[in-house]
């Protein structure tokens, strides 16, 4: 790591991308990306709207492939064969409307061989998910809470959180915070978070990356930043205004 606090050292990757590149409809969304996280730990992936944070996401679960350039997880190169492996939140997922929660989460427990039964329960209390309510009748909060208790409840050894956020009152998003933070005291499991929130996750990162215009504008240390005097969000703000 450098004294500005950008990572440079390289360690066990849970996920690496590098010189990717990706274009939709001949338009660059993604240009010369290159980018590591280690093993562990708790990424924020932050930038402004449009900036490719969806698409890069989008890629490292296999969803879509890049035109060039390296994507690995642990390792080995990704593609949809590799879901098994991670845990996807997306922006815009939607769960089946016509069933209730607890229908849902029985279905999801018999797709997912790493599902963890336990974890469900506790998750389903702490999030305040109620197995009767059905899920069309949710409101947009509702629906996150229990997405996000689908995406906790299996023990893939990589979490990408695309926006968990959108739509979550404060409380609520206290609770899914205390639920990310329990996960992650187990040990070898490593989150990727695309957020808008820089303040209130901003205590839960261990490390940022900052993405703009489809390209990487820094990999941060947290740490590193604290104790050069500067918090998560006004490093940010120095990239970004
Ligand atoms: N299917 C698509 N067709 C055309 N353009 C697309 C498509 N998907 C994404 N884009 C464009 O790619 C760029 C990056 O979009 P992306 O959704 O990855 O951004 P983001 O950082 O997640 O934004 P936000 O914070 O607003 O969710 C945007 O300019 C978007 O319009």
């Known amino acids: 790591m450098n004294s500005k606090g950008?990572?440079?050292?390289?360690?066990?990757?849970?996920?690496?991308?590098?010189?990717?590149?990706v274009?939709?409809?001949r338009k660059p969304i993604l240009s010369r990306?290159?980018?590591?996280?280690?093993?562990?730990?708790?990424?924020?992936?932050?930038?402004?709207?449009?900036?490719g944070k969806s698409t890069l996401m989008r890629l490292l679960?296999?969803?879509?492939?890049?035109?060039?350039?390296?994507?690995?997880?642990?390792?080995?190169?990704?593609?949809?064969?590799?879901?098994g492996e991670l845990s996807f939140l997306p922006d815009r997922g939607q769960l089946p409307a016509h069933l209730t929660a607890g229908e849902w989460l029985n279905l999801a427990s018999g797709i997912y061989p790493d599902w963890n039964k336990g974890r469900e329960a506790e998750l389903a209390r702490e999030l305040g998910v109620y197995r009767e309510k059905k899920i069309g009748t949710m409101?947009?909060?509702?629906?996150?809470?229990?997405?996000l208790l689908t995406c906790l409840s299996r023990e893939a050894p990589l979490i990408i959180l695309d926006e968990p956020f959108a739509g979550v009152d404060m409380i609520s998003r206290e609770r899914i915070s205390s639920a990310?933070?329990?996960?992650?005291?187990d040990g070898e499991r490593t989150f990727l978070i695309a957020t808008h929130d820089i303040r209130e996750?901003?205590?839960?990162?261990?490390?940022?990356?900052?993405?703009?215009?489809?390209?990487?504008?820094?990999?941060?240390?947290?740490?590193?930043?604290?104790?050069?005097g500067r918090s998560v969000e006004s490093c940010y703000r120095e990239v970004f205004s």
């Open 139 to 147: 409101s947009r909060g509702e629906e996150a809470r229990l997405q």
């Open 23 to 25: 274009a939709i409809k």
């Open 61 to 83: 679960t296999g969803l879509l492939e890049p035109d060039d350039g390296v994507v690995e997880l642990f390792g080995r190169p990704a593609g949809w064969e590799r879901l």
């Open 201 to 228: 996750m901003e205590q839960l990162f261990d490390r940022i990356v900052l993405i703009g215009g489809g390209t990487i504008q820094g990999e941060f240390d947290v740490e590193t930043l604290r104790m050069s």
């Open 33 to 51: 990306v290159s980018f590591e996280i280690p093993v562990g730990s708790l990424t924020g992936l932050l930038g402004p709207n449009g900036a």
């Open 180 to 185: 990310v933070v329990s996960e992650m005291a």
């Open 6 to 21: 950008m990572v440079t050292s390289k360690g066990r990757s849970a996920v690496r991308c590098e010189e990717v590149q």
